[in-house]
């Protein structure tokens, strides 16, 4: 009987050895390799943070968020890619939960039935674009959800509000256009404000993951 060939049963190597023997040490709860863990990453992970949020408060949670699930975590590291890359993406995680919470906020402040607030947002349509990737996204996630509640407004609504806070028309030139009295406009105009800002809230709901 020939002997069995063993070499596709052996145990996989990983990558980056010395940093899955770090993950095994923090799984034993090794003080000293802690230390060696916060000595090493601490700054790096803070810098890729701080790259892609301004508020230092911000940074400072999102650093500790990471660092916290990264060793709650550390038993499903295999060392197929790096411990920094593995932090990383943990990291962006934690990120994407920021920036989707932020959205949200933001989305959810329009609740004042007042010309600032209706204006507020729907200048973010002219507003000009940011340099800055993340807050690009943001933008632009707003802008899709302004247009598409613009479009679901009954009637004349989607358009009245353009006209009055996108445009700058004056609540006579309005009149003028529907052929209408100033009056009747500004009922419109209120009634306008109140299915935007329902209708706003919907969208934000749907598209944004709901309340958190």
Request: charged share 30%.
């Amino acid at each position: 009987m020939g002997s069995i060939n063993t070499a596709g049963f052996a145990a996989k190597v990983p990558e980056h050895l010395d940093d899955f023997k770090l993950s095994k040490a923090l799984s034993r709860g090794d003080e000293q390799a802690f230390d060696h863990f916060y000595e090493i990453y601490f700054d790096r992970v803070y810098r890729f943070v701080s790259r892609r949020v301004e508020e230092e408060d911000i940074v400072q949670d999102i650093l500790q968020n990471t660092l916290i699930s990264a060793l709650g975590n550390m038993e499903s590291y295999r060392g197929e890619a790096s411990m920094f890359t593995w932090i990383c993406q943990i990291a962006r995680n934690e990120l994407s939960v920021h920036f989707r919470r932020n959205r949200q906020q933001q989305a959810r402040s329009v609740v004042a039935d007042s010309d600032e607030e209706i204006r507020r947002v729907l200048e973010t349509l002219e507003a000009p674009v940011s340099d800055r990737p993340d807050t690009q996204s943001e933008r632009e996630e707003m802008i899709r959800l302004i247009l598409l509640t613009l479009d679901y407004l009954p009637g004349r609504y989607g358009d009245i509000l353009e006209w009055k806070y996108v445009k700058g028309f004056s609540v006579k030139h309005i009149a003028e256009e529907l052929g209408q009295s100033p009056e009747a406009v500004q009922s419109l105009l209120q009634r306008a404000r109140k299915a935007f800002r329902n209708t706003f809230q919907n969208a934000t709901d749907i598209l944004l993951g709901g309340a958190t």
